[in-house]
């Protein structure tokens, strides 16, 4: 049995039929930590992200703008949650996620994926430049100014591979 | 008939009739009552029971040693809780360092453990059952995941389990743990054997003295020029308490209360006046604060009344140093922020506003890199504490 299914359930709300896909692991709906990494503001983003989350079925946990990645981890922690996306805009990312690997080798994190994206640069960059970098400090997934819905069907592809 | 309003210090006794306010030296060969019935008993015998209202900060507070699951939620969240509640934090453990971390030598009133959200389990195991084999205590206190509760309570008989403070969208619910602190607190108070006896003199409630400043910070304002955010300097003979507006905070802690308080416990200048000099001199800036102010270290050794005015300028500052960002540990204030520091106690019967202000223009210069100061406000007449007495009668606190 493939541990990981997308689901739909259909209810009705004010006469108006909605359906809802959830994505669940073993029955259970995955949970995301998201929010924006170091002293960035940008929350239109971040609702944006928080919102097609959960219309993707996603349980979100959003810790909003100007997180640090010590915050980022302890909520994965406190959460169980099983995918960390960090999003950055103004480019302070690069400073901010240098030491996730500390930080992830101090909790038994094995089974969570790590994604960021956003604006990862400040100033202008390559693809084949960031992802590398944002690669060696321990993030699964990277992408840098790329479409949300894009990145969204990569990480629900990478996720249904894993499991 | 006019109230009678009496704060039980660890030095002194505080009186405060229509009249004025008294003040006298405790006897410490005497018990509180006694003593105070040989000082007072004449003023007593002018009001009715009901007209008397007592608080004391006699016993210093409660202490507690908090295990977490992580720095950022489970031990912010209670560490925040137990600062409102008037707890002295003695140590904080985080779970996945619990193996390598020593138990406190001393008896802890109680231990507070807490991690997870509802929802999540197996959050602790035998690791936790291992530590506290070799911690003492008299209280211990869950807070956590729902989903551990049966594990830990087949372990820890004694385990008071209440709601989690951690909610699912990982926001603090301190509502129960704050009640349950601040009762056991006040029970500690009403158990001690002297003040006990107190009950013999009124027919309310006796209040923890931090307790009873906190509840004046609203109303500050109308006896004195005070500018917020600001914070409250209460320097006693045995504990230091500092008031804090929360807009000096930045830790996305929501509160119902716009002020937070913190008990130092061993940071007095009488009966703590050895542990503050211990942390004086452990302190990087301390020589150079005393050659600022002209005196060498022998100072510290000295009985003298400029011997005990340094030591209350010292304590000002440490109190400042332990909140600042240089000191980690406790909670950080940014008093780059600050536009009033109001000093009450028996600290404002000792200094003169232009020794507090010489130690003020010393940390800020010093420790914030500012030239700028707060104003300093000091309440003489201990004014802080007779609003929060008269106020907490018309509002009777929920939880106590």
Known sequence: ?163 | MSKLLIDVGSTYFKVCQTSGISQYFRDFKKDIYDDLITKCGNIFANYKKEDIFICSSANGGLSTLIIGLTNSFSLKFAKNIAFNSGINIIDTILYSKIEESRAPSELVDVVIIVGGIDGIGKVFDEKLFYYLKNVQYSNIVYVGTKQDVSFLSAQIPELKVLGNIITEKLHVNGGELKEYLTNLYQADIVGKEDIKHLYEITANQIYSTPYIVNRSLPLIDANFEVVNPFIVVDIGGATTDIHYSRDLVRDNIVSESGYDRLVFKKLGVFKSRETLIFAAKNNEFVYELLSYLNVTENILEEESEKALRILMQLSIFLVLYKVSRLNPLYVTLHLDLLNTIVLTGGITKVLSYEEVEMIMQFFYKKVMNLHATPNIVMDYDYAIWTLGMENNESKEPKCL
């Open chain 1, 1 to 163: 049995m493939n541990p990981l299914q997308k689901i739909c359930v259909n209810y009705t709300f004010n006469n108006v039929k909605i359906e809802c896909k959830i994505i669940q692991i073993l029955g259970q709906s995955m949970k995301v930590v998201t929010g924006v990494v170091g002293n960035d503001i940008h929350v239109v983003a971040n609702r944006l992200i928080d919102i097609s989350l959960q219309a993707r079925g996603f349980e979100v946990f959003n810790l909003g703008v100007n997180t640090s990645l010590e915050e980022f981890i302890d909520a994965v922690v406190e959460t169980d949650a099983d995918i960390l996306l960090i999003s950055s805009l103004n480019g302070e990312a690069e400073g901010w996620c240098r030491d996730l690997q500390f930080l992830r080798s101090e909790y038994d994190l094995r089974d969570v994926v790590f994604v960021i994206g956003g604006n990862l640069a400040v100033g202008e960059a390559a693809q084949s430049d960031i992802v590398p970098k944002y690669k060696s400090y321990g993030f699964d997934l990277v992408f840098h100014q790329i479409d949300l819905n894009t990145g969204l069907d990569e990480i629900e592809r990478f996720v249904k591979e894993r499991a």
